[in-house]
Protein backbone atom coordinates (compact mmCIF):
# COMPACT_ATOMS: atom_id res chain seq x y z
CA UNK A 1 0.00 0.00 0.00
CA UNK A 2 1.19 3.03 -0.83
CA UNK A 3 1.29 6.89 0.35
CA UNK A 4 -1.50 7.84 -2.24
CA UNK A 5 -3.61 4.88 -1.76
CA UNK A 6 -3.68 5.82 2.37
CA UNK A 7 -3.69 9.34 1.69
CA UNK A 8 -6.83 8.71 -0.95
CA UNK A 9 -8.59 6.18 1.98
CA UNK A 10 -8.09 8.96 4.47
CA UNK A 11 -9.37 11.22 2.84
CA UNK A 12 -12.89 9.46 1.97
CA UNK A 13 -12.52 8.11 5.69
CA UNK A 14 -12.76 12.21 6.74
CA UNK A 15 -15.00 13.33 4.36
CA UNK A 16 -18.05 10.38 4.34
CA UNK A 17 -17.39 8.57 7.72
CA UNK A 18 -16.09 11.22 9.85
CA UNK A 19 -19.20 11.60 11.63
CA UNK A 20 -20.22 8.40 12.35
CA UNK A 21 -15.91 7.55 13.65
CA UNK A 22 -16.00 10.78 15.81
CA UNK A 23 -19.34 9.91 17.19
CA UNK A 24 -18.58 6.16 18.64
CA UNK A 25 -15.27 7.35 19.88
CA UNK A 26 -17.09 9.84 22.04
CA UNK A 27 -19.83 7.60 22.75
CA UNK A 28 -17.15 4.77 23.77
CA UNK A 29 -15.13 7.34 25.86
CA UNK A 30 -17.88 7.96 27.92
CA UNK A 31 -19.06 4.43 28.21
CA UNK A 32 -15.87 3.67 29.52
CA UNK A 33 -16.14 6.32 32.26
CA UNK A 34 -19.44 4.75 33.37
CA UNK A 35 -18.45 1.68 33.75
CA UNK A 36 -15.22 2.54 35.60
CA UNK A 37 -15.36 0.67 39.08
CA UNK A 38 -12.62 2.78 40.50
CA UNK A 39 -12.14 5.10 43.93
CA UNK A 40 -10.43 7.14 41.70
CA UNK A 41 -12.06 11.23 41.57
CA UNK A 42 -14.00 11.69 38.39
CA UNK A 43 -11.87 14.34 36.95
CA UNK A 44 -8.58 11.54 37.45
CA UNK A 45 -11.47 9.24 35.54
CA UNK A 46 -12.00 11.52 32.62
CA UNK A 47 -7.93 12.26 31.59
CA UNK A 48 -7.18 8.49 32.69
CA UNK A 49 -9.94 7.15 30.50
CA UNK A 50 -9.00 9.89 27.78
CA UNK A 51 -5.17 8.77 27.22
CA UNK A 52 -6.30 4.98 26.78
CA UNK A 53 -9.14 5.94 24.19
CA UNK A 54 -6.37 7.97 22.70
CA UNK A 55 -4.17 5.13 21.98
CA UNK A 56 -7.04 2.64 21.25
CA UNK A 57 -7.73 5.14 18.53
CA UNK A 58 -3.90 4.68 17.60
CA UNK A 59 -4.24 1.23 17.08
CA UNK A 60 -7.66 0.99 15.54
CA UNK A 61 -7.02 3.10 12.65
CA UNK A 62 -3.38 1.68 12.13
CA UNK A 63 -4.92 -1.55 11.93
CA UNK A 64 -7.52 -1.16 9.21
CA UNK A 65 -5.57 1.58 7.60
CA UNK A 66 -2.39 -0.04 7.23
CA UNK A 67 -2.16 -3.68 8.31
CA UNK A 68 -5.45 -4.72 6.81
CA UNK A 69 -5.01 -3.82 3.75
CA UNK A 70 -1.35 -5.00 3.77
CA UNK A 71 -1.33 -8.41 4.93
CA UNK A 72 -4.62 -9.54 5.51
CA UNK A 73 -6.42 -8.48 2.25
CA UNK A 74 -3.59 -9.88 0.91
CA UNK A 75 -4.73 -13.45 2.75
CA UNK A 76 -1.29 -13.21 4.43
CA UNK A 77 -3.27 -13.95 7.99
CA UNK A 78 0.11 -15.50 9.75
CA UNK A 79 2.11 -11.58 8.85
CA UNK A 80 -1.10 -9.98 9.81
CA UNK A 81 -1.18 -11.68 13.16
CA UNK A 82 2.43 -10.99 13.72
CA UNK A 83 2.07 -7.52 12.78
CA UNK A 84 -0.54 -6.53 15.06
CA UNK A 85 0.75 -7.84 18.40
CA UNK A 86 3.81 -6.21 17.22
CA UNK A 87 1.89 -2.95 17.20
CA UNK A 88 0.17 -3.56 20.24
CA UNK A 89 3.83 -4.43 21.75
CA UNK A 90 4.95 -1.22 21.03
CA UNK A 91 2.16 1.16 22.08
CA UNK A 92 1.82 -0.83 25.45
CA UNK A 93 4.75 0.25 26.68
CA UNK A 94 4.39 4.09 25.74
CA UNK A 95 0.86 4.20 27.01
CA UNK A 96 2.20 2.76 30.07
CA UNK A 97 5.06 5.46 30.11
CA UNK A 98 2.46 8.09 29.25
CA UNK A 99 0.37 7.34 32.31
CA UNK A 100 3.37 7.33 34.77
CA UNK A 101 4.66 10.32 33.68
CA UNK A 102 1.08 11.56 33.62
CA UNK A 103 0.65 10.65 37.24
CA UNK A 104 4.32 10.30 38.80
CA UNK A 105 2.50 11.62 42.31
CA UNK A 106 0.42 9.14 42.41
CA UNK A 107 2.77 6.23 43.19
CA UNK A 108 -0.25 3.84 44.26
CA UNK A 109 -1.41 4.39 40.44
CA UNK A 110 1.99 3.93 39.34
CA UNK A 111 2.42 0.71 40.64
CA UNK A 112 -1.14 -0.31 39.67
CA UNK A 113 0.07 0.43 36.30
CA UNK A 114 3.04 -2.02 36.54
CA UNK A 115 1.52 -4.11 37.77
CA UNK A 116 -1.20 -4.48 35.18
CA UNK A 117 1.18 -4.51 32.19
CA UNK A 118 -0.07 -7.76 30.35
CA UNK A 119 -3.80 -6.57 31.20
CA UNK A 120 -2.96 -3.30 29.45
CA UNK A 121 -1.57 -5.47 26.46
CA UNK A 122 -4.48 -7.73 26.04
CA UNK A 123 -6.82 -4.93 26.51
CA UNK A 124 -5.01 -3.08 23.41
CA UNK A 125 -4.90 -6.30 21.41
CA UNK A 126 -8.86 -7.18 22.06
CA UNK A 127 -9.23 -3.48 20.60
CA UNK A 128 -7.16 -4.30 17.69
CA UNK A 129 -8.98 -7.39 17.11
CA UNK A 130 -12.22 -6.34 17.14
CA UNK A 131 -11.44 -3.32 14.72
CA UNK A 132 -10.24 -6.14 12.27
CA UNK A 133 -13.60 -7.88 13.00
CA UNK A 134 -15.36 -4.73 12.11
CA UNK A 135 -13.55 -4.42 8.88
CA UNK A 136 -14.27 -7.42 7.56
CA UNK A 137 -17.67 -7.24 8.49
CA UNK A 138 -18.05 -4.02 6.70
CA UNK A 139 -16.17 -4.90 3.80
CA UNK A 140 -18.11 -7.74 3.21
CA UNK A 141 -21.43 -5.82 3.55
CA UNK A 142 -20.31 -3.77 1.11
CA UNK A 143 -19.21 -6.06 -1.46
CA UNK A 144 -22.30 -7.65 -1.07
CA UNK A 145 -24.18 -4.05 -1.82
CA UNK A 146 -21.50 -3.84 -5.05
CA UNK A 147 -22.69 -6.80 -6.01
CA UNK A 148 -25.95 -6.30 -6.43
CA UNK A 149 -26.04 -2.77 -7.68
CA UNK A 150 -23.44 -4.30 -10.29
CA UNK A 151 -26.71 -7.45 -11.05
CA UNK A 152 -29.30 -5.20 -10.89
CA UNK A 153 -27.28 -3.29 -13.95
CA UNK A 154 -26.51 -5.81 -15.84
CA UNK A 155 -29.66 -6.99 -15.42
CA UNK A 156 -31.12 -3.67 -16.66
CA UNK A 157 -28.60 -3.83 -19.60
CA UNK A 158 -29.54 -7.57 -20.91
CA UNK A 159 -33.30 -6.67 -20.49
CA UNK A 160 -33.09 -3.52 -22.57
CA UNK A 161 -30.98 -5.24 -25.38
CA UNK A 162 -33.58 -7.91 -25.21
CA UNK A 163 -36.31 -5.28 -25.61
CA UNK A 164 -34.50 -3.58 -28.11
CA UNK A 165 -34.17 -6.54 -30.76
CA UNK A 166 -38.05 -7.37 -29.87
CA UNK A 167 -38.67 -3.59 -31.01
CA UNK A 168 -37.35 -3.78 -34.74
CA UNK A 169 -38.04 -7.22 -35.29
CA UNK A 170 -41.75 -6.95 -35.19
CA UNK A 171 -41.79 -3.62 -37.18
CA UNK A 172 -39.73 -4.78 -40.08
CA UNK A 173 -42.38 -7.41 -40.36
CA UNK A 174 -45.30 -4.94 -40.05
CA UNK A 175 -43.25 -2.59 -42.56
CA UNK A 176 -42.62 -5.19 -45.19
CA UNK A 177 -46.38 -5.98 -44.80
CA UNK A 178 -47.37 -2.19 -45.46
CA UNK A 179 -45.07 -1.46 -48.22
CA UNK A 180 -46.83 -4.84 -50.17
CA UNK A 181 -50.67 -3.05 -49.12
CA UNK A 182 -49.03 0.14 -50.95
CA UNK A 183 -48.04 -2.01 -53.77
CA UNK A 184 -51.48 -2.70 -54.42
CA UNK A 185 -52.84 0.82 -53.51
CA UNK A 186 -55.45 -0.87 -50.53
CA UNK A 187 -57.32 1.10 -49.31
CA UNK A 188 -56.59 -0.95 -46.24
CA UNK A 189 -52.85 0.64 -46.04
CA UNK A 190 -53.84 4.25 -43.76
CA UNK A 191 -55.84 2.45 -41.38
CA UNK A 192 -52.71 0.21 -41.15
CA UNK A 193 -50.40 3.22 -40.75
CA UNK A 194 -53.04 4.51 -38.31
CA UNK A 195 -52.80 1.75 -35.61
CA UNK A 196 -49.03 1.12 -36.43
CA UNK A 197 -48.55 4.78 -35.30
CA UNK A 198 -50.44 4.15 -32.08
CA UNK A 199 -48.17 0.79 -31.78
CA UNK A 200 -45.04 3.24 -32.04
CA UNK A 201 -45.96 5.37 -29.55
CA UNK A 202 -46.20 2.60 -26.85
CA UNK A 203 -43.08 1.59 -27.69
CA UNK A 204 -41.08 4.82 -27.71
CA UNK A 205 -43.17 6.47 -24.87
CA UNK A 206 -44.28 3.51 -22.63
CA UNK A 207 -42.44 0.55 -23.18
CA UNK A 208 -38.97 2.14 -21.49
CA UNK A 209 -40.51 1.63 -18.04
CA UNK A 210 -40.33 -1.50 -16.24
CA UNK A 211 -43.82 -2.47 -15.97
CA UNK A 212 -47.03 -0.31 -17.57
CA UNK A 213 -50.40 -1.26 -16.75
CA UNK A 214 -52.25 -4.32 -18.01
CA UNK A 215 -54.51 -1.95 -19.87
CA UNK A 216 -52.34 -0.87 -22.17
CA UNK A 217 -50.38 -3.73 -23.02
CA UNK A 218 -53.57 -5.56 -23.90
CA UNK A 219 -54.58 -2.47 -26.27
CA UNK A 220 -51.12 -2.97 -28.00
CA UNK A 221 -52.42 -6.59 -28.59
CA UNK A 222 -55.33 -5.64 -29.68
CA UNK A 223 -53.91 -3.07 -31.92
CA UNK A 224 -51.48 -5.77 -33.12
CA UNK A 225 -54.51 -8.01 -33.60
CA UNK A 226 -56.58 -5.31 -35.92
CA UNK A 227 -53.30 -5.03 -38.27
CA UNK A 228 -53.31 -8.77 -38.44
CA UNK A 229 -57.02 -8.57 -39.24
CA UNK A 230 -56.39 -5.71 -42.08
CA UNK A 231 -53.54 -7.64 -43.74
CA UNK A 232 -55.09 -10.84 -44.08
CA UNK A 233 -58.73 -9.73 -44.95
CA UNK A 234 -61.54 -12.28 -44.57
CA UNK A 235 -58.55 -15.30 -46.23
CA UNK A 236 -58.17 -16.82 -42.21
CA UNK A 237 -59.60 -16.98 -39.08
CA UNK A 238 -58.43 -14.72 -36.80
CA UNK A 239 -60.14 -15.24 -33.11
CA UNK A 240 -59.35 -13.40 -30.16
CA UNK A 241 -61.56 -13.53 -26.27
CA UNK A 242 -60.73 -11.49 -23.59
CA UNK A 243 -61.57 -12.53 -19.63
CA UNK A 244 -61.51 -11.47 -16.65
CA UNK A 245 -61.48 -7.67 -15.04
CA UNK A 246 -58.64 -5.06 -15.87
CA UNK A 247 -58.22 -3.37 -12.44
CA UNK A 248 -54.89 -1.50 -12.33
CA UNK A 249 -52.32 -5.00 -12.60
CA UNK A 250 -49.03 -4.05 -14.07
CA UNK A 251 -46.82 -6.06 -16.39
CA UNK A 252 -43.78 -5.72 -17.66
CA UNK A 253 -44.35 -4.29 -21.29
CA UNK A 254 -43.71 -6.29 -24.65
CA UNK A 255 -44.59 -10.12 -23.19
CA UNK A 256 -46.82 -10.97 -25.49
CA UNK A 257 -46.09 -10.00 -28.91
CA UNK A 258 -43.40 -12.45 -29.82
CA UNK A 259 -45.59 -15.56 -29.25
CA UNK A 260 -48.55 -13.51 -31.12
CA UNK A 261 -45.94 -12.61 -34.13
CA UNK A 262 -44.50 -16.08 -34.30
CA UNK A 263 -48.66 -17.59 -34.21
CA UNK A 264 -49.64 -15.12 -37.37
CA UNK A 265 -46.21 -15.57 -39.27
CA UNK A 266 -45.97 -19.09 -39.43
CA UNK A 267 -50.23 -19.64 -37.99
CA UNK A 268 -51.24 -18.06 -41.15
CA UNK A 269 -48.88 -19.26 -44.00
CA UNK A 270 -49.89 -18.63 -47.47
CA UNK A 271 -49.22 -22.81 -47.77
CA UNK A 272 -52.04 -23.45 -45.30
CA UNK A 273 -55.46 -23.49 -46.79
CA UNK A 274 -57.69 -22.76 -44.02
CA UNK A 275 -55.08 -20.70 -41.58
CA UNK A 276 -56.25 -19.68 -38.20
CA UNK A 277 -54.69 -18.44 -34.66
CA UNK A 278 -56.53 -18.62 -31.65
CA UNK A 279 -55.93 -16.36 -28.92
CA UNK A 280 -57.14 -16.46 -25.43
CA UNK A 281 -56.08 -13.92 -22.53
CA UNK A 282 -57.82 -14.82 -19.05
CA UNK A 283 -57.39 -12.09 -16.28
CA UNK A 284 -57.12 -11.80 -12.68
CA UNK A 285 -55.83 -9.34 -9.57
CA UNK A 286 -52.79 -11.45 -9.47
CA UNK A 287 -52.68 -13.63 -12.86
CA UNK A 288 -52.83 -13.21 -16.37
CA UNK A 289 -53.02 -15.94 -18.51
CA UNK A 290 -52.68 -16.46 -22.50
CA UNK A 291 -53.40 -19.34 -24.13
CA UNK A 292 -52.57 -18.93 -27.78
CA UNK A 293 -52.91 -22.41 -31.15
CA UNK A 294 -51.84 -21.25 -34.64
CA UNK A 295 -52.61 -23.93 -37.37
CA UNK A 296 -48.84 -24.80 -39.22
CA UNK A 297 -47.81 -25.57 -42.60
CA UNK A 298 -47.63 -29.17 -43.40
CA UNK A 299 -44.86 -28.95 -46.35
CA UNK A 300 -42.06 -30.69 -44.13
CA UNK A 301 -39.26 -28.35 -45.72
CA UNK A 302 -41.10 -25.20 -43.81
CA UNK A 303 -41.60 -27.04 -40.60
CA UNK A 304 -38.22 -26.92 -39.09
CA UNK A 305 -36.59 -25.60 -35.73
CA UNK A 306 -37.01 -21.87 -37.28
CA UNK A 307 -40.75 -21.91 -37.67
CA UNK A 308 -40.71 -22.69 -33.54
CA UNK A 309 -40.18 -18.69 -33.06
CA UNK A 310 -36.89 -18.03 -33.67
CA UNK A 311 -35.06 -14.98 -32.43
CA UNK A 312 -38.57 -13.22 -30.86
CA UNK A 313 -39.53 -16.30 -29.13
CA UNK A 314 -35.91 -16.94 -27.38
CA UNK A 315 -35.80 -13.35 -26.12
CA UNK A 316 -39.14 -13.39 -24.72
CA UNK A 317 -38.11 -16.73 -22.78
CA UNK A 318 -34.86 -15.17 -21.77
CA UNK A 319 -36.88 -12.11 -20.17
CA UNK A 320 -39.58 -14.09 -18.49
CA UNK A 321 -36.76 -15.77 -16.64
CA UNK A 322 -35.15 -12.66 -15.46
CA UNK A 323 -38.85 -10.90 -14.86
CA UNK A 324 -40.52 -13.53 -13.55
CA UNK A 325 -38.21 -15.99 -11.97
CA UNK A 326 -40.52 -18.69 -10.39
CA UNK A 327 -43.49 -16.52 -11.27
CA UNK A 328 -44.49 -17.76 -14.58
CA UNK A 329 -44.46 -20.76 -16.38
CA UNK A 330 -44.44 -21.54 -19.98
CA UNK A 331 -45.67 -24.60 -21.69
CA UNK A 332 -45.06 -24.81 -25.72
CA UNK A 333 -46.53 -27.90 -27.87
CA UNK A 334 -45.47 -28.04 -31.00
CA UNK A 335 -47.09 -31.33 -33.31
CA UNK A 336 -47.30 -31.63 -37.11
CA UNK A 337 -50.65 -29.62 -37.35
CA UNK A 338 -50.73 -26.89 -34.66
CA UNK A 339 -48.39 -24.64 -32.37
CA UNK A 340 -49.64 -23.80 -28.93
CA UNK A 341 -48.20 -21.90 -26.56
CA UNK A 342 -49.90 -21.88 -22.54
CA UNK A 343 -48.49 -18.99 -20.68
CA UNK A 344 -48.95 -17.74 -17.16
CA UNK A 345 -47.60 -14.50 -15.03
CA UNK A 346 -47.95 -14.08 -12.21
CA UNK A 347 -48.49 -10.00 -11.72
CA UNK A 348 -48.26 -9.44 -7.65
Not at 18 to 38: A, E, K, N, Q
Not at 68 to 92: G, H, S
Not at 184 to 200: N, Q
Request: charged residues 20%; proline residues 3%.
Amino acid sequence: MNWVDFKNINEDLLRTKGFFHFSFWIMFYFFMVLIDTSSYPTWFVLVDKLVDISFYILIVYVNILFLFPTFLQKRNLLYYLIALILLVLLITPIQTLSMIILYQDNSAFVAELLENRTIIFLRCLLIGLISTGYKVTSDWFMLQNEKRELQSQNLQSELNFLKAQINPHFFFNTLNNLYALTLKKSDLAPEIVLRLSEMMRYMLYESNESEVTLEKEIKYVKNYIELERLRQAAKFKIDFQLTGKLNGQKIAPLMFIPFLENSFKHGLDKQIDSGYVNIRLQLDESMVILDIENSKPLVPALNNEKTSGGIGLENVKRRLNLLYPNKHNLNIENDSTSFKVLLNIELA
